[in-house]
């Protein structure tokens, strides 16, 4: 046996695999926040929206950069006259709304793991929550009052 490696054991009557604690029930006692299948919607979100942004945002890489001429084509003009267009708009739309979702529940997920102190926990997913919030007002603001004739 060489230095650092580990020795592997069979599993025998004499040394019977090891026992797995079956999850606690859930009781009046248990607390509210862990009485939900929050975290199980949380993680079927982040699966699905996944998918769906792969599709959103290598379409819209393919059909901005590669179709349309490049990036030397996208400008100004090149938006407005995209927007202009109810489908385009919508596809930005959900494509801002999921990435800001998925990336907010990504980061309450890792707040969550590495946060240790119930106040800090609380703070970090207040500015996590302000943050995302702010942002997918602002971009549907800008997406839905956009002006192509500004000046």
């Known amino acids: 046996m060489s230095v650092g490696s580990t020795e592997t054991t069979a599993v025998s ?29 949380g993680w079927l979100f982040m699966r699905l929206s996944g998918i ?5 945002v290598l379409g819209h890489l393919l059909i901005q950069l ?32 999921l990435a800001m979702l998925h990336g907010a529940n990504g980061l309450r997920t ?10 800090t926990r609380f703070w970090l997913k207040m500015l996590l929550y302000t943050a995302t919030v702010f942002t997918v007002l602002l971009g549907t603001l800008v997406i839905f009052t956009f002006d192509p004739n500004i000046r």
């Open 110 to 119: 890792i707040i969550n793991d590495y946060a240790q102190r119930d106040g």
């Open 66 to 97: 590669v179709l349309d001429g490049g990036v030397s084509k996208v400008s100004f003009a090149f938006v407005a006259g995209r927007w202009a267009s109810p489908f385009w708009m919508a596809w930005d739309l959900i494509m801002l709304w």
């Open 52 to 56: 769906v942004l792969v599709v959103l």
């Open 13 to 41: 009557p004499d040394n019977p695999a090891p026992l797995i604690e079956p999850p606690r029930a859930r009781t009046a006692r248990t607390p509210r926040s862990t009485r939900t299948n929050f975290e199980l919607y």
